[in-house]
Structures are given as C-alpha cells and as structure tokens.
C-alpha cells in the first residue's frame, strides 16, 4: 500500500495526523492529493493547520508544565534548545510566528517556549495563525508542483516494501540512539 493510498483512504484525518507528527512531507503530499482532485484545498489547509497547531500546543504546554522535571532540564542543555531560547529572547513575536519554518527547531522551540513567561494565550493566537501560513504554503507548493513531485517521488519510492523498509531503519535509528544516549 503507497502513502497515496493511506491518504487517500484516511482522508483529511491522516494530512492531521501527519503534520502533526511529521511536518511539510506530509502537507505537501497532501497539496499533491489536492492537485489531484481528492481533498479540497481549504479542507487540506484546515487539517494541516489544525494538525500543526495541536502539536504545537501540546510540547508548549508539556514545556509549561515540565519546565522544573529532569528530562526538560536535559533537553534544554541541547544546543537546539539554547539557540530556540537566544532568538525567542531577541524577537518573541517573530520567533513563535517563524519557528515552524526554521529547520532544526520546529519541534523543540514550542517545548522551549513552553519554558519561558510568554502567556500561553499569546502563544496559542501567534500560534494559530503560523500554523495557517504555514499550512497554506506547503499545501500550495505539493499543489503547484504536484506532477514534477509526484514523477520525483514515484521513482524514488515505487512500492510500500521500500516505504516500509525506510520505516524500520529509521525505528531502528531512534531506538540505537535512545541506547547509546541512555548508556
């Protein structure tokens, strides 16, 4: 089964799922189903939006809440951490606007600004409203070049063996990482 066909069959609720989890593969995939007529292009906005904002809010508000627990306190001892908080403590606005689009830091800037005093309906309108500009960009870019990514794509991946194959390596990945940085 091709990653077509899962968002096909699931629908919107999988581009919601996946721009929750995985980001602009998954949206711009999505953009790619809109070119061929499968989603609506407003529908694939809203789930791609409302994806990204929920997971969003969910490490900023785990931010919050853990700030004082001993695994936030190892994570933000991460370069990628220090780096989030330094451009948070330049510009907020423009940072919790940007961050999604800044690679190497979409996923650790909601939980470093969770750690910060910025209120946290402040965060959820700036957040919001990225999460739409964002949206409408990735799903815009699979639309446009739908065909030239779709020709990219099918020579690249052919079947969901290799899919799967490339699911289990990097399984295997996190799981040897999370060994050796346990040891």
Known sequence: MTIEILIARYGLAALFLGAGLEGETMVVLGGIMVQRGTFPFVGAVLAAAAGSFVADQLFFAGGRRFR????????????????????????????????????????VSPVAIGTTRLPTARFMALNGTAALVWATVFVSIGYWFGHGLTAAIGRWLPSWQVLAGGGIAVVAALVTGWLVRRR
């Open 68 to 107: 004082d627990h001993p695994r936030v306190r190892r994570v933000s001892a991460r370069p990628a951490f220090a780096r989030a908080l330094r451009a948070f403590d330049r510009h907020p606005t423009l940072f919790v606007f940007a961050f999604r689009f800044l690679y190497g830091l979409r996923t």
